[in-house]
């Protein structure tokens, strides 16, 4: 199902070389406490690996993982050859393309590589990923070969491969090794005239017992530097996407981590040596000598063997796995206490904070004041104001997904049918009206973290063509029998395949391989083919969509309604709202009324619920009560309220203590505590004043107001 967080294994590190031709001296393989490498296979045997992709396959497959990453790793895995990596590229597709999206990557320090190499990459659609310190000077003050020789060049060289318009979509992106000796804005300024699709930033492999350099005595050297780089990233725009800042400022606003390195997220990554050896994150290999290792290899043991062993299941504990301090730190989500192996020491394991604490949360602490606005928002005054900065942020998510879809040749007929309706008056606000749609904002946000779904966003466009009555024709390749229009319905294709649509006076024509077929959505029964969504009108209230079929729809903690929705489902939402009006005649009125615009039916005894979609959807039990209904709604009103504004306004200044007051006032004062709101409303009030935006102060004053009425 769509959306499921699970600790499953989705990444697998397959060490192909266990040499390199470099000799940095920052290596976590070669130079640090674990010198397991001398013991092992220079390459990877053919049994070894035909084993793990067996293995993998399997797990893969009774998981039902929709996609997995296999990163390519050493050593250097370019000295594979050409065609051992081949042979390896193929035995991987062979074994894992049929039960799963595979993701091939490699990740070299690029002084072998060629077009024959890059070749291989082509065939099998592997990304390659670059380690590169900077300028010149900054990357030979490591990244020396064995005769004590530059790299820089030699890595340039294959860079530049890289980037020639054969090549360049092979670009995973450059990987830089902070060292505060180094100018950070040559760093980052020599980095980006690579014009890399990302840079990741990552903090030298260190220790308690081993602490990271500090050449200049600063308490946050590695913060300095890195907020350095972020300021000019800033000013650049945000021109190439940098990881660690984009992981940062996804989990200050309630995003996931999208690195190892920060957040709370569960590991979901097996390593497996050349001699077929599973171990754990190679970074514990900086800990002490045996750090990584499990005892497992492929011939024995399988994945789930693996996934199993303790210290993989400790670094999937998320704030349970966190030492004591970091589970009391206000920036914790962000910082996730850091690096697992950054955090030990011979007195306590790894049950410490990082050895970079102070940095990390210096780092968090400095984008978040960066970033925070301050200024009052009207949106939380008014709720046309809300209303109007979620539509807002509907719209920057679709200009976000559309540099995503841009590259595919059927999008660019549908951006231009939506930047037409968009400049009409007329045709406005019928495309609002799509994008409005709560699980149109569900397909917008996972399109931030995997591929976007063109086939959905072609939909999307087209919908809001026929809802305006624009004269427009489509065409794109449909996976699945299912043409689900977004706010109408759906119309099922006699199989998958080449499609075009096209608008009609109140209506559409759906042409595929077996014919074209008319669908008239006003006056009209459904067809075999065509199931409109059901509307209910509500005494008093807007019409609410019924919708049991966007395929979106799957955004909330417990099962859909797998069966048809009950003929009476719709007529106990109408009198669930005529309880309401009765029980609380002036509801609607209050601020943080809960305007539903669509119900999606939920397995039984799932009550109602809010999902991960945009304001106006509601899950609602199949076998709910009109009274449990009017009894739960203003409550999750509050909640709704209170998430969009989070979405669209800053309340308070990111990742600070002065937010989890909010959260807990608002939250109380909903379930009828007072005495409990009150406290957290005193403690807000005794934080310094800067912690809260204006608007976060408004909010404030309006708590305050509510409390009192209840007092």
Not at 53 to 64: K, T
Not at 174 to 199: F, G, K, Q, Y
Not at 659 to 683: K, M
Not at 685 to 706: I, K, M, N, R, S
Request: glycine letters at 8%.
């Amino acid at each position: 199902m769509r959306g499921v967080t699970s600790p499953s294994l989705q990444q697998l590190v397959l060490k192909v070389h266990s040499r390199c031709d470099l000799a940095c001296d920052h290596c976590y393989v070669y130079e640090h406490a674990d010198q397991g490498w001398r013991a092992r296979p220079v390459v990877i045997s053919e049994e070894a690996l035909t084993q793990t992709a067996r293995r993998f396959a399997s797990y893969v497959e009774a998981h039902s993982l929709p996609s997995v990453a296999i990163i390519l790793h050493g050593g250097e895995p370019l000295l594979c050859g050409p065609a051992r990596l081949r042979r390896i590229c193929a035995e991987l597709t062979r074994s894992l393309a049929p039960v799963t999206s595979l993701d091939l990557q490699i990740h070299t320090n690029g002084i072998q590589l060629s077009t024959r190499h890059l070749d291989v990459f082509a065939e099998f659609g592997v990304k390659v990923g670059i380690s590169l310190d900077g300028d010149r000077a900054a990357n030979d003050r490591h990244r020396l070969d064995r005769r004590g020789r530059s790299s820089y060049d030699r890595v340039l060289r294959g860079i530049e491969l890289l980037r020639t318009p054969e090549y360049r979509h092979l670009f995973g992106g450059l990987l830089c090794t902070v060292d505060v000796a180094n100018d950070p804005v040559t760093v980052h300024e020599t980095l980006t005239a690579l014009d890399p699709p990302r840079i990741d930033y990552l903090l030298p492999h260190s220790t308690w017992e081993h602490p990271p350099p500090n050449p200049s005595g600063s308490p946050t050297p590695y913060a300095d530097w890195l907020l350095t780089v972020f300021d000019l990233w800033e000013k650049q725009g945000r021109r190439i996407p940098v990881r660690t800042f984009e992981s940062v400022l996804s989990t200050l606003r309630g995003g996931p981590s999208l690195t190892e390195a920060m957040g709370l997220a569960p590991s979901d990554l097996a390593v497996v040596e050349t001699d077929g050896s599973f171990e754990q994150a190679d970074s514990l290999k900086t800990a002490f000598d045996g750090a990584a290792a499990t005892g497992y290899d492929v011939f024995r043991h399988g994945f789930e063997e693996f996934a199993r062993h303790e210290g993989v299941l400790a670094r999937q504990r998320g704030l349970a796995g966190v030492s004591e301090a970091c589970r009391r730190c206000p920036v914790v989500d962000s910082c996730g206490g850091g690096l697992y192996a950054h955090r030990y020491s011979p007195e306590r394991g790894f049950d410490n904070p990082s050895v970079f604490c102070a940095d990390l949360r210096a780092l968090v602490d400095g984008i978040a004041e960066r970033v925070t606005s301050r200024a009052l928002s009207p949106a939380v005054c008014r709720a046309d104001a809300l209303g109007f900065s979620q539509l807002e942020l509907d719209r920057t998510l679709l200009r976000v997904t559309h540099d995503d879809l841009a590259p595919r040749p059927d999008w660019e007929d549908a951006w231009r049918a939506l930047l037409e309706l968009d400049s009409d008056d007329s045709t406005a606000p019928h495309l609002n009206n799509v994008l409005a749609h709560p699980y149109v904002r569900t397909s917008l946000l996972r399109s931030r973290y995997e591929a976007a779904d063109l086939p959905r966003f072609m939909a999307l466009a087209f919908t809001a063509a026929v809802r305006a009555g624009a004269d427009v024709t489509l065409r794109w390749d449909q996976p699945e029998r299912a043409l689900h229009l977004p706010t109408l319905g759906t119309y099922t294709l006699a199989e998958p395949g080449r499609i075009e649509v096209k608008t009609t006076t109140d209506g559409f024509w759906v042409c595929d391989d077996s014919g074209s077929e008319q669908v008239q959505l006003t006056g009209a029964a459904p067809t075999s083919r065509w199931r409109p969504l059901e509307t209910v009108r509500p005494p008093g209230r807007p019409p609410l969509l019924i919708d049991d079929a966007d395929p979106y729809r799957d955004c909330f903690s417990v099962p859909l309604a797998t069966d048809p929705t009950p003929t009476s489902f719709a007529a106990r939402l109408a009198q669930a709202y005529e309880l309401l009006n009765a029980h609380l005649p002036r509801w609607a009125e209050d601020r943080n009324a809960f305007q539903v615009t669509t119900v999606t039916p939920l397995a039984p005894g799932s009550g109602l619920r809010l999902g991960g979609h945009g304001p106006g959807a509601l899950g609602v039990a199949v076998d709910f009560t009109p009274e449990d209904f009017a009894r739960e709604l203003p409550r999750l009103g509050r909640r709704t309220r209170f998430t969009s504004l989070r979405e669209t306004s800053d309340l308070n200044v990111l990742g600070n203590r002065a937010g989890r007051l909010l959260d807990e006032a608002f939250e109380q004062l909903g379930n009828s505590r007072p005495e409990a709101a009150v406290r957290a409303l005193v403690e807000l009030t005794a934080l310094p004043e800067h912690e809260l935006t204006e608007t976060g102060a408004v909010l404030a004053a309006q708590l305050w107001t509510e409390w009192s009425t209840h007092a």
